[in-house]
């Protein structure tokens, strides 16, 4: 069964204090990984797709990784409008067509 | 333009009623999804249509009923709902074309509540 997980299941930070956070997938051929922000009672907002090991993306103060079973979101020096839950999802199934999101990660940044 | 509209915003029923959730998008996208989601939970994947056809129902209550008039456009049809329905229902539309734009993107969602 494919799976995802994130952690931590939150994360509190300092203005300017650099973290990563870890999506760890379990699935039968990875079509694409994906992260997206979602602010509360908003829908997902996407930031990037991974597509194969090694692959790197950046995007401001954000960087996604990935590896052939986990990929991470590193944030450098975030600000308080960094602060959202943070969702990675895998595309799996036969054609492609089923995305399983992990839990998320809430990310609070205090000024 | 990567807009998803969804309406209404939000939607307050009783366990009596008959609504329906509508979605709209104008970028082409052959792949159309409804999700649900519950307060500090993932989104939770409830039908997806490709080209227009059903291609994935999980296992979704048949109060629920989902119809895609034409590549725009996606409804989900909602009829003697219970309080435990209550949540942001999301819309989602990707390519579908399998040209390596897999990403999909999210309308702003229809926050239901069911008394």
């Known amino acids: 069964e494919d799976q995802v997980t994130q952690s931590p299941e939150a994360l509190r930070l300092q203005e300017g204090e650099s973290s990563s956070l870890n999506c760890s997938y379990t699935?039968?051929?990875?079509?694409?990984l994906f992260w997206y922000r979602q602010d509360p009672g908003k829908g997902p907002e996407f930031l990037f797709t991974?597509?194969?090991a090694g692959e790197e993306k950046e995007k401001e103060r954000l960087k996604a990784t990935l590896t052939k079973k986990e990929s991470f979101l590193h944030i450098t020096a975030p600000k308080p409008e960094d602060s959202a839950t943070y969702l990675c999802a895998v595309q799996a199934g036969n054609y492609g067509q089923n995305f399983v999101f992990g839990p998320g990660t809430r990310l609070s940044v205090l000024p | 333009d990567t807009e998803v509209t969804q309406t209404p915003k939000h939607l307050v029923m009783g366990m009596t009623n008959k609504k329906s959730l509508k979605c709209e998008q104008h970028?082409?996208?052959?792949?159309m999804y409804w999700y649900k989601q519950k307060a500090k939970k993932p989104p939770e994947l409830m039908f997806v249509?490709?080209?227009?056809?059903?291609?994935i129902n999980e296992s979704v209550p048949s109060r629920f009923s989902p119809e895609c008039p034409n590549s725009s456009l996606l409804n989900l049809h909602l009829h003697a709902l219970q309080p435990e329905d209550s949540a942001l229902y999301l819309c989602a539309s990707r390519q579908g074309r399998g040209n390596g734009h897999n990403e999909q993107f999210f309308g702003p969602g229809t926050r239901l509540t069911v008394l």
């Open positions: 699935v039968s051929g990875l079509r694409g």
């Open positions: 970028m082409g996208h052959r792949a």
């Open positions: 249509y490709s080209y227009e056809k059903l291609s």
């Open positions: 991974l597509y194969s």
